[in-house]
């Protein structure tokens, strides 16, 4: 199946710095999604990107499809951004709408 | 908004018993999961469906059943709980378009006791 890796897997950031948070996939996919699962465990949509660059606030996405991979960029990082962020995907053959997730990256901002 | 609704936040239950977990969302969305999601494992995909009385298995649906009577609503059922399937569970739902967005449920933490 499609293999879906995100680095670094753990990052501790002072309160407003910048980041960036890497998904690399090892097959074509349809779907890409970003989440961000708080402390409370609840999994929140970030954004749904196969390609292309978006922007919500302070966060913005970029998947460029071609070469499999996708970066999330979190700017002025509040201590609300700590949690879990996921990559996800679906490939476009073989895989109907399955998500594969990556294991995550654990971000902790410190005031 | 998409409004994805899973019946309990906490549950606690005793080993054997069988279990009921709902998940009930508004969008007429044709696609819905379920997954757990373990430290150090990630989310797995448990079973999914794609209509009404349609379902397959993901990766990992040994001691798990599901039903979907409705569109909107799709029950995961742990026919005789154990200890390893104390886990947090969440369910999704997506239209039937490829690649479409999956929109998450506040998830479940279910203590088999």
């Known amino acids: 199946g499609i293999q879906v890796e995100q680095s670094p897997p753990d990052l501790i950031l002072q309160e407003g710095a910048n980041s960036t948070l890497r998904c690399n996939f090892s097959?074509?996919?349809?779907?890409l999604q970003w989440f961000h699962q708080n402390p409370w465990g609840q999994l929140i949509n970030l954004f749904y990107?196969?390609?292309g660059t978006k922007q919500n606030g302070r966060l913005s996405a970029t998947t460029v499809a071609t070469e499999r991979y996708s970066l999330l960029y979190i700017s002025s990082s509040q201590t609300t951004d700590s949690g879990v962020y996921f990559c996800?995907?679906?490939?476009?053959?073989?895989?109907?709408?399955?998500?594969?997730f990556g294991t995550g990256t654990q971000l902790k901002v410190e005031l | 908004d998409v409004k994805v609704t899973q019946s309990s936040r906490y549950l606690v239950k005793r080993t054997g018993e069988k279990v009921f977990l709902e998940c009930v969302q508004d969008?007429?969305?044709?696609?819905m999961f379920w997954y757990r999601q373990d430290p150090g494992l990630g989310l797995r995909l448990i079973y999914f469906?794609?209509?009404?009385?349609?379902?397959e298995k993901g990766d990992i649906p040994e001691g798990y059943s599901v039903s979907r009577e409705k569109k909107e609503r799709f029950s995961l059922i742990l026919e005789s709980a154990s200890t390893n399937q104390t886990s947090m569970y969440l369910c999704?739902?997506?239209?039937?378009?490829?690649?479409?967005?999956?929109?998450f449920g506040d998830g479940t933490r279910l203590s088999i006791l």
């Open positions: 097959d074509s996919v349809n779907n």
């Open positions: 969008m007429d969305h044709e696609n």
């Open positions: 469906s794609y209509d009404v009385k349609m379902k």
């Open positions: 999704a739902s997506s239209s039937l378009s490829a690649g479409d967005a999956q929109h």
């Open positions: 996800a995907v679906t490939r476009i053959t073989g895989g109907g709408n399955k998500l594969t």
């Open positions: 990107i196969p390609s």
